[in-house]
């Protein structure tokens, strides 16, 4: 049965913070992260067409392209806008300048897979080394029990933190999978990944990853 889904013409895709976090928290892949992860990542700035969502869902079948678009807009994961996404201008800075935003206190770092620390805001250089070292091994814990934690418990979130008695938040550790690389953010204080700051982040971690620098509805 063809699909009654048709796109409305000249929006752009905004990926916002949630569907952020969705696409790259996780190692595995499917037809939605494949679709955000390619919104995420596409530097052209074009209006959203039939053959650019192909192209981004990575298949030939624009029914199944169309629905699984409407389905990100209903998990609120994207939406249509008139405006295309600002650029992230790339610089050495780029990186050390959005993490302040990632945190209430301002406090936040970037910890690479090999358990160092690559940007910080807020924390001291001889802090960031021992948290680095902490979060990597907390990560490498979750991981090794991620079958325990989804299949038992029923829990799909792999962040892990220290909270104070009422379970606010001191200091979290969030892997992020780029590619075929993991970095962990860690914040003090209460993240603050809702908002577009960490959008922009995420952009930024592929950028880096591509070696750019050294480290409204649709339908």
Not at 136 to 147: G, T, W, Y
Not at 196 to 206: H, I, P
Request: one cysteine or more; charged letters at 20%; hydrophobic letters at 40%.
């Amino acid at each position: 049965m063809e699909s009654i889904l048709t796109l409305q013409n000249n929006l752009y895709p905004h990926i916002t913070p949630s569907g952020a976090f969705y696409a790259v928290s996780h190692k595995s892949s499917n037809s939605s992260h494949t679709l955000l992860i390619n919104i995420l990542t596409d530097r052209e700035s074009a209006p959203i067409s039939n053959e650019k969502l192909l192209q981004w869902a990575e298949t030939d079948d624009l029914d199944n392209a169309l629905n699984l678009l409407y389905r990100m807009q209903r998990l609120e994961f994207l939406y249509g806008a008139e405006t295309p996404v600002p650029a992230v201008e790339l610089t050495d800075n780029t990186l050390t300048d959005l993490l302040p935003h990632m945190s209430d206190s301002q406090k936040a770092m970037l910890v690479d897979q090999d358990g160092f620390y690559f940007a910080r805001s807020g924390f001291t250089h001889e802090s960031a080394e021992e948290i680095a070292i902490l979060a990597s091994e907390a990560i490498r814990v979750s991981e090794r029990h991620a079958l325990l934690i989804k299949n038992n418990l029923n829990i799909y979130q792999n962040a892990w933190g220290l909270c104070d008695p009422t379970g606010q938040s001191e200091l979290t550790f969030f892997p992020i999978y780029v590619k075929d690389s993991r970095y962990i953010l860690v914040t003090g204080g209460t993240p603050q990944l809702h908002k577009e700051a960490f959008v922009s982040l995420v952009r930024a971690l592929y950028q880096t990853a591509d070696g750019v620098v050294g480290l409204g509805g649709f339908l």
